[in-house]
Every structure is written in structure tokens, then in C-alpha cells.
């Protein structure tokens, strides 16, 4: 789930740096790199998710198990 995630932002900031330097008008250029700027913050946000899940329960797989307290 992580995986699938985290390659489809970084399919999505592949065309927002497309974007930016195709765009026909300067404001496309940078509303893409505005969107590339907040695609990244959500990469590092989903990666630090799957590396606190995996720190927790020993791997990203669902687990319905209750933590040991």
C-alpha cells in the first residue's frame, strides 16, 4: 500500500517538473512547481508512515493484532 503510494506521487511530480518546463504560460510553470513542492512533503510524510509502521509491527502488512503495552 505504501509502495503503490509513494510511486504514484512520484508519478505525479514527474509531471508536475513536465509541467513547469513545458508550460505555455508562466503561471502554469508555477503552479507546477508549487504542486511539486507539496508532492514532496507528502512523499516524506508517507515515508516516514511506513518506517514508523514498520519500526512498530516488524513490517507493512496489515496487522490486526493489538500492540504489546
Same mark, same amino acid.
Given at each position: +500500500?505504501?509502495? =503503490?503510494? +509513494? =510511486?504514484?506521487?512520484?508519478?505525479? +511530480? ?9 508550460? #505555455? ?8 512547481v ?15 508512515? =511506513? ?5 512498530r ?8 493484532r493489538? #500492540?504489546?503495552?
Amino acid at each position: +500500500m505504501y509502495l =503503490a503510494g +509513494m =510511486a504514484a506521487i512520484v508519478v505525479t +511530480m514527474f509531471l508536475a517538473l513536465a509541467r513547469a518546463a513545458i508550460g #505555455p504560460t508562466v503561471f502554469d510553470r508555477i503552479l507546477a512547481v508549487n504542486m511539486f513542492g507539496t508532492k514532496t512533503v507528502l512523499l516524506i510524510a508517507t515515508g516516514t508512515l =511506513a518506517v514508523l509502521r514498520f519500526a512498530r509491527f516488524g513490517n507493512l502488512a496489515r496487522d490486526d493484532r493489538k #500492540p504489546d503495552r
